[in-house]
């Protein structure tokens, strides 16, 4: 098994994970947003001394587009995660114990090479 099936493996087992970062940080992208001065102010660049005014127009798009980022992996993930979670119901459950031992908990497990390869199939 390559290095980059293992990677791609574990990545899906931590979904869960991988989503509620995604959340948190579409959280934190509003958050930090409106705690930031919306005055306007005086700023020195190369011209001298000029007036800089907070652009609510231009802001506002550029936040939702962020968000709209976020949101776009948040909904790819879930539909992966729900897709993922449905393919390993049909698995055994000592496999998934197995798989989600060594891709959830960072033990060592044995898994059977074609148990691995019906798993990247699937993904």
Not at 26 to 38: G, N, T
């Amino acid at each position: 098994m390559d290095v980059m099936d293992e990677l791609v493996i574990k990545e899906y087992f931590n979904l869960g994970r991988t989503i509620e970062r995604l959340k948190n940080r579409r959280d934190s992208l509003h958050r930090e947003f409106y705690q930031q001065s919306m005055t306007t102010r005086l700023e020195y660049n190369a011209l001298g001394i000029v007036s800089r005014g907070f652009r609510p127009d231009s802001e506002i798009v550029n936040l939702y587009d962020r968000i709209d980022v976020v949101e776009r992996r948040i909904e790819r993930n879930s539909y992966r995660l729900k897709h993922f979670n449905a393919y390993l119901k049909r698995l055994p459950s000592s496999e998934v114990y197995g798989l989600k031992r060594k891709y959830m908990g960072y033990h060592e497990a044995y898994i059977k090479e074609e148990t691995l390869q019906k798993i990247l199939l699937e993904v």
